[in-house]
């Protein structure tokens, strides 16, 4: 790292006119700058403790790290029957699985399938002489997916970039003064530093270009579906990325322009450096139900897993490296966070805002093997936190197991979930996949889509039927635990399962959606790999002969969305992908969110949860012989119904808070459920074994 500083006075003020030139983004005023550095240096103070402990443990692992030249120096393995053999698997995945395709062809304007006919045809002609370099045919590839603007449809790059992520030692966010964008830096790796560098100092340009332009054209390079996720990708992909899915940075190092903590204007040269990620939650080329529910975006997981190993090295011990790791015991990774089971995946804590004092649970992951203790684990934490209001935020969440996602929505509502439904684009390899499991030989249930891929042929139909993924059973079996309101935080990395969760949220009306971007990342399927669509034809024995499906070279993959979301509600049928969800409200970040914990964030969603009405529904039953006594306690409710194992036993008309009610003939262990009205709409709903 090199770093230089120029302090004269007339240097600085030439530095401040050339930032104020670039079109969004202007330094900060002095007496903000100086309280900038003044939040940095107690943000710095708090933190000096916890960084001391890691620091071993950080420095440990950042000592595999190795600059990028050396480490591209080893890539370069594929011959060119291995390079032809990818880009016809490519094509079959693209033209027999790919269920967008008509979709982004539309929309975007591109043609992938020629990319790579004309790539192949090119590669026909090419000897192991006079081929390119392979670091050039990555690169084509990439873009060749990257152009569907679809981050579950990826060429998944092989040895020695699988598993590997490029990065730089800090994190750059973004934040608005009124309307004018600031970048600043929010986290450096334990024990890195620079003249006046760390939380709170604000980057001005990016190897000489206005930071603002520069992260709109990093954004473009990659595949966001709408201008918001372009944007927060882009800015991302600065300072970190996953090697299997994105290629290598070009440059060898960053000059990185900035304005001091103390105002001065400074410049440093930082070098990529590459390391080894934290692994993934789970085997995804396995015949599992896991891998066939998953709804994630790759370049977000394997980010997030990066995060933690680069910054958030104590979840890493406590999830003894493993991802999304269920303890056997609860514990918190900071002193105000409520002890969890899943450190990796939830933080869950009170926050006072200026509105009053609500529960705040953040997910960062819907990635992990059993949905249900997920969802029991969300269960438990909203039940310690205040019942008058539950922020649930997800931003830069990129998705996981979909029943993990749709499980959880029933305990913040009383109305039934409706599943999103999915559809395979109807293909002779489809159906040949859907006719082998169609009877479930394996755990992997494509029964439901059969019969109507089976007649696409006779009706040309160009979808099958859309059909649940998410057993309804399952999404409905505990239903309403947290009755008070509630109200999510999203942004423009929410993708996948995540947005099918935020889909799910707005069509069952559960509460307001608060958006720091103007919409989601708008990724609306189910995604499956090169090998798991493999797998499928070859299991179970004996393996079909004529599978299209080859093995791919070097640990090389392929994903593709294999099945489209729909909405339900109000917009019934219409798909997620490139739409995504749009927020109720838009908050922009502060400096003060981004440096000072999200404060002005959380201030509003307290400001939106204050305006909701707080209702209660407790019951609490008693047994005298066969007779069970019901007391209710109810607050903006004007009538009840009761049913036992539902079938309805009574309805009463509340005058007042509390009511008693005795059900004669009634039977130990049957379900008691609990539906409160308010002007004729269900509004809270509570069950339990009496």
């Known amino acids: 790292m090199k770093a230089t500083g120029k302090k004269a006075a007339a240097k600085k003020t030439a530095a401040r006119k050339s930032s104020a030139r670039q079109e969004p983004a202007k330094t900060a005023t002095g007496a903000k700058r100086a309280a900038r550095a003044s939040v940095a240096k107690r943000t710095r103070a708090a933190a000096s403790s916890s960084r001391t402990q890691r620091a071993a443990t950080t420095v440990a692992a950042q000592a595999a790290a190795v600059p990028l030249p050396d480490f591209l120096g080893s890539a370069g393995t594929l011959t060119l029957a291995q390079r032809t053999q990818l880009v016809e698997q490519a094509l079959l995945l693209l033209e027999q699985n790919y269920v967008h395709l008509p979709l982004k062809v539309a929309m975007h304007a591109v043609n992938p399938l020629q990319r790579l006919r004309v790539m192949r045809a090119r590669m026909e002609r090419q000897t192991a002489a006079t081929m390119g370099p392979e670091w050039i045919f ?11 603007r679809d981050l579950h449809t990826n060429y998944l790059l092989p040895v020695p970039f699988a598993g590997k992520i490029a990065y730089l030692p800090f994190m750059i966010e973004k934040c608005y003064d009124a309307d004018v964008e600031h970048y600043l830096i929010t986290r450096t790796v334990t024990g890195y530093s620079a003249p006046q560098f760390g939380p709170g100092a604000e980057v001005t340009h990016w190897n000489g270009t206005p930071i603002a332009r520069a992260v709109a054209l990093n954004g473009a390079q990659f595949a966001g579906s709408n201008d918001a ?4 990708r882009g800015l991302e992909s600065l300072t970190l990325r996953p090697l299997v899915i994105q290629s290598p940075p070009d440059e ?24 080894t990620n934290l692994p993934p939650m789970t085997d995804l080329d396995a015949i599992s139900e896991t891998s066939a529910s998953m709804g994630l975006d790759l ?23 493993q991802s999304s790791a269920e303890l056997r015991t609860p514990a918190a990774v900071t002193g105000a ?19 009053g004092t609500f529960g705040h649970v953040r997910i960062f992951t819907f990635s992990v093997q059993d949905p249900v203790a997920f969802r029991n684990e969300f269960v438990r934490l909203a039940a310690a936190l205040p019942q008058n209001g539950l922020i649930v935020d997800v931003r830069d969440n990129g998705g996981g197991h979909i029943f993990a996602s749709e499980f959880t929505l029933q305990t913040m509502t009383p109305r039934r979930i409706a599943p999103e439904p999915v559809q395979f684009i109807s293909t002779p390899v489809n159906l040949r996949i859907c006719r082998r499991h169609k009877d479930n030989p394996l755990g992997i249930d494509l029964g439901p889509w059969f019969d109507s891929l089976d007649l696409a042929t006779e009706t040309g139909a160009a979808y099958s039927a859309a059909k649940p993924i998410t057993p309804e059973d399952g999404a409905n079996d505990i239903g309403q635990t947290y009755h008070g309101p509630v109200v999510l935080v999203t942004d423009a990395r929410v993708y996948s399962a995540t947005d099918i969760f935020a889909a ?16 989601t990342g708008a990724g609306g399927a189910n995604v499956w790999t090169h090998g798991l669509l493999a797998a499928l034809l070859n299991e179970p024995p004996p393996p079909d002969e004529t599978s299209p ?41 502060t400096e003060a969110d981004l440096l000072e914990g999200n404060v002005d964030l959380l201030n509003k969603a307290g400001s939106l949860l204050a305006a909701l009405p707080h209702r209660r529904l407790d019951v609490k039953t008693t047994f005298s012989g066969t007779t069970l006594t019901v007391a209710l306690e109810v607050d903006e409710l004007d009538r009840v119904d009761l049913y036992l194992d539902d079938r309805p036993i009574s309805s009463e008309d509340l005058t007042g808070p509390e009511l ?20 004729g709409a269900l509004v809270a709903s509570r069950r339990t074994k009496v």
Do not use: C
């Open 252 to 275: 060898d190092w960053v000059t990185l322009s900035y304005v001091g903590l103390d105002g001065s204007a400074q410049e440093l040269r930082e070098q990529w450096k590459v390391t």
């Open 549 to 589: 499906y080859i093995a791919l070279p070097n640990g090389a993959n392929l994903r593709v969305a294999i099945r489209r979301t729909l909405r339900v509600g109000a917009l019934s049928g219409t798909p997620v992908e490139d739409l995504g969800v749009k927020p109720t409200v838009v908050h922009k970040m």
């Open 504 to 519: 799910g949220f707005a069509d069952h009306e559960i509460g307001p959606i608060l958006g720091v971007d103007d919409n």
């Open 299 to 321: 370049d977000s997981d394997e980010k997030a897993r990066a995060k933690k190993a680069l910054y958030v090295r104590d979840v890493v011990e406590l999830e003894g490296g």
């Open 138 to 148: 990555h690169r084509e590839m990439s873009s060749i997916f990257h152009s569907v």
């Open 660 to 679: 008693s009610i005795d059900i004669l003939e009634v039977t130990h262990g049957q379900l008691l459920r609990a539906d409160g009205y308010q002007a």
């Open 229 to 232: 996720a372009n944007l927060a």
């Open 337 to 355: 966070d409520l002890p969890t089971t899943m450190p990796g995946v939830f933080r869950a804590r009170e926050v006072v805002t200026s509105s």
